[in-house]
């Protein structure tokens, strides 16, 4: 069982001007994999805010999932919250979901998704559309249960 929790940064969300469509979409799409999701907020797109919740958050869950905030406008500030957070990167994952993005549009080239660990944490953003969310997270779902068996410390083999 892995626990999880959403976070959705998006200021017209947290002011309940939108509906997170995003949130949505990612619990859907976890219900693929053995998957609980423990804890869902919608937060605006202040840096501290976000760190203390990224935080806060890995201190009890495998898996945190961040939605909005990844792009270039200049409230888009996920992807430094989340370097300033995480112990270490995993580039590999950021990277397949650009990748096969990029095959979709070229804007995924301006995707600044950060994907990390945080104690025994992975942390991973997503962008802010539903579109663009079922796009990447199924680009990696099926390595997410393997990375946090790795994360908590599993010493098998990855090879076959």
């Known amino acids: 069982m892995i626990t999880v929790a959403i976070l959705t940064l998006s200021d017209k969300g947290s002011r ?35 760190k203390e919740k990224l935080i806060e958050y890995s201190k009890s869950v495998d898996l945190i999932i961040t939605t909005g905030g990844t792009g270039l406008s ?9 370097l300033e957070v995480i112990d270490r990167e995993v580039p590999g994952i950021t990277e397949a979901m650009r990748r096969e993005g990029l ?15 945080k104690g025994r ?8 559309s539903p579109k ?17 068996e790795k994360i908590k410390g599993d010493t098998t083999e990855c090879g076959r």
């Open 16 to 50: 309940g001007e939108r509906e997170d469509l995003s949130g949505i979409e990612i619990k859907k799409i976890l219900n693929k994999i053995d998957a609980t999701v423990k804890y869902y907020d919608i937060l605006p797109d202040e840096k501290m805010l976000i």
């Open 74 to 82: 200049p409230r888009d500030v996920t992807p430094e919250a989340t």
């Open 103 to 117: 095959k979709k549009t070229k804007r995924a080239m301006l995707s600044r998704a950060v994907a990390g660990v």
């Open 121 to 128: 944490t992975l942390i991973v953003n997503l962008p802010g």
């Open 132 to 148: 663009a969310v079922k796009e990447n997270l199924e680009v990696i779902l099926d390595v997410i249960p393997h990375a946090i």
